[in-house]
């Protein structure tokens, strides 16, 4: 079955879209219409005809092309076909670029406002901190499908940001903002301190290139205790009246120099090299791209690491590093492409690559590679479309295997780990940093 996002299902329901090669038994074809000649005029110009549908609402465009983050109203095919290809290469482009360069306002004006709820809750995490809300109301005051598509809890989520200024960070309820500081070497208190951070990665990659990587504190500070704040992605500096932190305390990170004994008598790394050996660079579009092959290896090392911290079983582990091998396989860009986990398991299986034989856990992979590059929500609605046996074991490694892709994030300096799912993924922060800046390597 061809699986598509949440967000598919959703506007197709709400705007009564027949897909094409469903038209010929539904009741709303129009007399006269054969489907098959359309579906294959569109498979000669390249194009997948599980993309295309009939608007029965529509007479003057009563077909569109609908896939990922384009929408496109068409007239007749085939003869629309080719201006259609072309249109969609450019919008790809600017979307892509549009997500790259955080410029969601453009992003919004690019897409067809018919997709504004959906997409503006897939890109959410993507959007400065700042301009969350005010994008948001805009939404909210010219979509008439707002008020069905934005769930009470994700109104919720939105509402703290409404205050949110390029020199006020995000707060609590209560008015308190999480900080993080490294530690220093020469021994001084962290309560004495006045420069923090709102972003534990900044603290982390300051703290890297002491010898030995001492700790990460982090604490509660109260708005009214804040001096400044600097805004700018590369600090998120707060400067705050001392001794005003509070709940100070050390993080429980992992720290890779110092877990070398680890990963060899637990087995890890065995079963990372025999993983590696299985990696082929001719399957990457871009084998050097931040989706490649050190990506790859980065979030199988994760995988496993994330497996034994949890205490998973010998099969979970194994069917998380295949997850990881095979993850991004399908990619043709190096953009925003969230149907990329269909394009990975369809190529995984067209060209017969290693697999379980056994059926249940060939459909958890299945599972884990189609549905890594979209929200949780969206995962979770397509869990009923596969056979699957044990769902709790499902969502326990699709949960594992999000964190170790999403720890990798510090590639493009986008982790927020307010969104990561389980305790080891917490802990192995600061390993992420160091396997992507290779201060520890394992021929990444």
């Known amino acids: 079955m061809h699986m598509k996002s949440k967000a598919y299902d959703n506007f197709i329901t709400r705007n009564r879209l027949i897909p094409l090669g469903e038209l010929e038994n539904s009741p709303f074809k129009p007399e006269g219409l054969v489907p098959t000649p359309l579906i294959n005029e569109i498979k000669a110009a390249g194009l997948n005809p599980d993309d295309f549908y009939f608007n029965p609402d529509s007479k003057e465009l009563p077909y569109c092309y609908y896939r990922g983050m384009l929408l496109l109203d068409i007239e007749a095919i085939p003869s629309q ?11 790809e482009q600017d979307l892509v670029e549009s997500v790259a360069q955080r410029d969601f306002a453009r992003f919004l004006a690019l897409i067809d406002p018919r997709l504004a709820p959906d997409l503006f809750m897939e890109v959410f995490n993507f959007i400065p901190d700042q301009d969350k809300y005010p994008l948001f109301e805009r ?18 989520k939105i509402s703290k940001y409404k205050g949110v200024t390029s020199t006020k960070p995000v707060a609590d309820e209560k008015g308190y903002v999480r900080v993080y500081r490294s530690q220093d070497h020469g021994g001084a ?3 004495q301190a006045s420069a923090w951070t709102t972003d534990v990665n900044i603290a982390i990659v300051h703290a890297l290139p002491l010898k030995p990587v001492l700790g990460i504190y982090r604490g509660l500070i109260h708005l009214d205790h804040i001096i400044a704040y600097d805004s700018t992605k590369s600090k998120k500096e707060l400067t705050v009246r001392p001794l005003k932190v509070e709940q100070l305390e050390l993080m429980d990170l992992i720290n890779l120099r110092e877990y070398g004994a680890v990963l060899q008598t637990s ?31 980065r979030v199988l090392l994760l995988s496993l690491l994330i497996s034994y911290l949890e205490k998973y079983s010998a099969k979970d582990r194994a069917l998380l590093g295949l997850a990881a091998v095979y993850h991004d396989i399908g990619r043709t860009n190096d953009g925003y492409d969230p149907d990329h986990g ?12 290693i697999g379980p034989a056994d ?7 299945k599972f884990l590679i189609q549905n890594h590059a ?3 929500q969206s995962a979770y609605k397509k869990l009923s479309h596969y056979n699957l046996n044990d769902v709790d074991r499902t969502l326990r490694l699709y949960d594992a295997f999000k964190d170790a892709d999403g720890l990798d994030r510090v590639r493009i300096n986008d982790l927020n780990p307010e969104y990561l799912r389980t305790n ?8 992420a940093h160091q396997l992507y800046r290779q201060q520890v390597v394992y021929d990444l």
């Open 267 to 297: 087995g890890i790394l065995e079963q990372y090299n025999e993983y590696t050996r299985k990696i082929e660079v001719e399957w990457f579009h871009n084998p050097a791209g931040i989706h490649a092959l050190s990506h790859t290896k």
């Open 81 to 91: 076909l080719a201006e259609l290809k072309t249109l969609m290469a450019r919008l």
């Open 342 to 353: 269909l394009a990975s398991y369809a190529k995984l299986t067209r060209e017969h690559l």
């Open 139 to 156: 939404i909210w005051r010219f979509n008439e499908d707002s008020h069905t598509v934005f769930t009470e809890a994700f109104i919720k």
């Open 359 to 365: 059926p249940q856990e060939r459909e958890i992979l």
């Open 424 to 431: 080891s993924a917490q802990r192995l922060l600061l390993a």
């Open 374 to 376: 979209i929200p949780d």
């Open 189 to 191: 208190s962290p309560r």
